[in-house]
T-cell receptor, first 112, second 113 residues
């Protein structure tokens, strides 16, 4: 198993540009989540999904959209990037009978 | 609002010593807690977890203690090694209906050789 994978590893955007951060897991996990991590801070929940076709907002959802068309994939979309979205983004997943979340390696995003 | 937080932002210890990292939480509905280790440039890595019906759990060189009376969680690392240098986060699962974790701000552990 590759676990949780994220692409790209690093991205630079200009203000107003859009992009999609990809996340995939091959563990057949029902639950997937997106977090952002800012310098000196813990991870903050953006959006999460409890299964294909079901998504919900976390603590800091503004400026981000998600969809869950398959169990494996949970992309995060930035429709109009802002400098405040400069951060490191982590995707995580866990199985229904598990509590432990497994994290991807992260995507470092810089918005100029 | 209710949150998970940490007492010490940086902890420096000598190699071979025991380390104790503390965490306070304020949500009495939280029923599950996890400690994660994050090395530079990597995602958080699971270390150990504990449910609210327990007060202690041991792993390999690590022990988590939960004091529900004062809403306090600690991670003890025995015989700390240079490879333990990282940022450590505690996280809580706030029970029914909550499918993701709430994280504290982290403690950096520096192990001096």
């Amino acid at each position: 198993n590759a676990g949780v994978t994220q692409t790209p590893k690093f991205q630079v955007l200009k203000t107003g540009q859009s992009m999609t951060l990809q996340c995939a897991q091959d563990m057949n996990h029902e639950y997937m989540s997106w977090y952002r991590q800012d310098p000196g801070m813990g991870l903050r929940l953006i959006h999460y999904s409890v299964g294909a076709g079901i998504t919900d907002q976390g603590e800091v959802p503004n400026g981000y959209n998600v969809s869950r068309s398959t169990t494996e994939d949970f992309p995060l979309r930035l429709l109009s990037a802002a400098p405040s979205q400069t951060s490191v983004y982590f995707c995580a997943s866990r199985g229904h009978a598990q509590e432990t979340q497994y994290f991807g390696p992260g995507t470092r995003l810089l918005v100029l | 609002g209710e949150s998970v937080g940490l007492h010490l932002p940086t902890l420096s210890v000598q190699e071979g010593d025991n380390s104790i990292i503390n965490c306070a939480y304020s949500n009495s509905a939280s029923d599950y807690f996890i400690w994660y280790k994050q090395e530079s440039g990597k995602g958080p890595q699971f270390i150990i977890d504990i449910r609210s019906n327990m007060d202690k759990r041991q792993g390999q060189r690590v022990t988590v203690l939960l004091n529900k009376t004062v809403k306090h969680l600690s991670l003890q690392i025995a015989a700390t090694q240079p490879g333990d240098s990282a940022v450590y986060f505690c996280a809580e699962n706030r029970g029914t209906g909550r499918r993701a974790l709430t994280f504290g701000s982290g403690t950096r552990l520096q192990v001096q050789p």
